[in-house]
Each structure stands twice: as C-alpha cells, then as structure tokens.
C-alpha cells in the first residue's frame, strides 16, 4: 500500500490496535498518534469498533443451534452439495424459523454462527451509517483497493461488480476482529440503500450453503467457501439480499475476468 514519507504506515496502525505490532514499534506509533490528531481519532474509532464486536461475543445464546439442527445428525445424512443447496433455498422461500438459520448439512462440527455474522452485522451497523467517512479506500482506487484487503488477508479478493443490481461501489476498508484481520466492501444505490460485504479468514473449511441471520432491522446472508467467510449484509428485503448474495457467490467462484482487481 502506498506510504507516506516520514510516516506511520495505516497498516501499522491496525497492527497496533491488533495487538500484534512489534513492541520495538509501540513507542514510535504512540508518539505519531499524539502528533497526529487524525490518525489518533481512526485508532480510537477502530478500538470502539473492537470493543463492539468483542461485546457481541458475550451473548453465548447467539451462537447456540436447536438439538434438531445440530451439525453431528445432520451431517450423518450427507446429501449431496445439489440437493442441499435446493433444501437451502426451499427453506429460505418458505421463511423459515426466526432467528438463525442452518441450512448446510454438511456444515463442520466446530463452525460457529456468529463468528462470521456477528462482526459483519457490527461492523455494518458502525460504518453504514457514516456520511463523511464510510469507507477507507474509494472506488476510484478499486485495483489498489482489492490488493491491500487480499494482502492482509492472505488471500486474493475479488471485489463483485454490483451495477446490474442496482448498486455502485463505494469502496472498502480493513477491519480488526477477534479472529484476525477482515475486509468490508461497500456499495449504495439510488435510494440511498447501503449493503456490505464481508470477509474474513474462517475457521472452517470447504464450501457451504448459505445460512441467514438477523439483528433488528440488518439482515445478512453468509457463507463460507475455501478458507474464507462471507457476508452480505443490509437493511434491505431478504429476497433483495438473497439476490444480491447469489451474485457476488457467482462473481466470487468466476475465472478472473481483469487480473488487475485481484491478485
């Protein structure tokens, strides 16, 4: 990423509010941070921003799955990727039940609901509603963009191209979570109707149906594929979201189209 002459570089910032900057280095950034006002106010909004996700963690009930839908019985059936996709979608049409919905059966005994949803629904809740600075890197530097977000999470991010929808790219920025570093890009349409999307390093494997959740009026699809988790989030109608989700899954598992939006 670019870096400013005689400066702290923005990804030393997030390392410092990580934790896991080198403490040769914490000395050198305190300084910068009490010189530079700016730079201090981000820092300060990135740990509220940590404190908000870590809080939603506190909430064990979240996380909890009926007995019916626990991952041990339902894997023990091991449909096929086809048929548990068609299953997914049958029940996201037919509404479901409140609350968390598992749909993939054969989802990984260890996989947690909320380690994905939680921190992008809180991350949408504190960036969506921002009119100066809702996002860190504009669409207008979409290349570099892409690369910085693939570069700290260890993995070559492709930002979806969302006009056909209805929706323009804002841009994106980097987000610190409990599990590591995570990515959210944003885009707006007409109406003023902001959706993110999400992604962060999962800690479980291989690909998944999607699975649905929602926390007031913010609704979110997610998914894990490979080793990274996804998230669709807004506060939008579900089958809007629903379809605005199957793009990006699409766009996310397409050949490359431009090499320079990914790396």
């Known amino acids: 990423m670019m870096k400013r002459k005689n400066s702290i ?3 030393e910032l ?5 934790r896991q900057i080198d403490e040769n280095r914490v000395e050198a950034v ?7 006002p700016e730079d ?3 820092v300060d909004a990135w740990k509220r921003q940590n404190q908000l996700i870590v809080g939603s963690y506190d909430d064990d009930a979240f996380a909890r799955l009926p ?16 048929l548990a996709v068609a299953a997914s979608l049958l029940l996201l049409l037919a509404g479901g039940v409140a609350g968390w919905h598992l749909h993939d059966v054969t989802a990984q005994r260890h996989f947690r609901a909320d380690v994905i949803a939680r921190p992008a629904i809180s991350a949408y809740r504190v960036y969506a509603a921002e009119v100066r600075h809702p996002v860190e890197v504009s669409a207008k ?7 910085w977000l693939s570069k700290r999470l260890d993995y070559p991010l492709r930002i979806p191209d969302l006009t056909s929808l209805g929706y323009e790219l804002m841009g994106g920025r980097l ?21 993110t999307l999400f992604a962060m390093r999962s800690p479980a494997r291989g690909e998944t149906a ?4 929602r926390d007031g009026d913010i609704a979110t699809f997610y998914w894990v594929d490979d080793a990274i988790g996804y998230a669709i989030s807004g506060e939008v109608d579900r089958d809007k979201l629903l379809q605005v989700s199957h793009a990006v899954y699409e766009q996310l598992n397409a050949a490359p189209a431009e090499p320079a939006h990914s790396i």
């Open 9 to 11: 570089e923005e990804a």
């Open 67 to 82: 007995p019916r839908l626990d991952p041990e019985r339902l894997a023990a059936k091991r449909p096929s990727r086809t």
């Open 210 to 213: 999607f699975h649905f959740a």
């Open 141 to 147: 530097q979409q290349g570099h963009l892409a690369k």
């Open 175 to 195: 987000l610190a979570t409990p599990q590591g570093p995570a990515a959210q890009i944003m885009y707006d349409n007409a109406g003023g109707d902001r959706i």
């Open 40 to 42: 201090a106010a981000r």
């Open 14 to 18: 997030h390392a410092y509010v990580d």
């Open 30 to 36: 305190e300084a910068w941070l009490k010189a530079h």
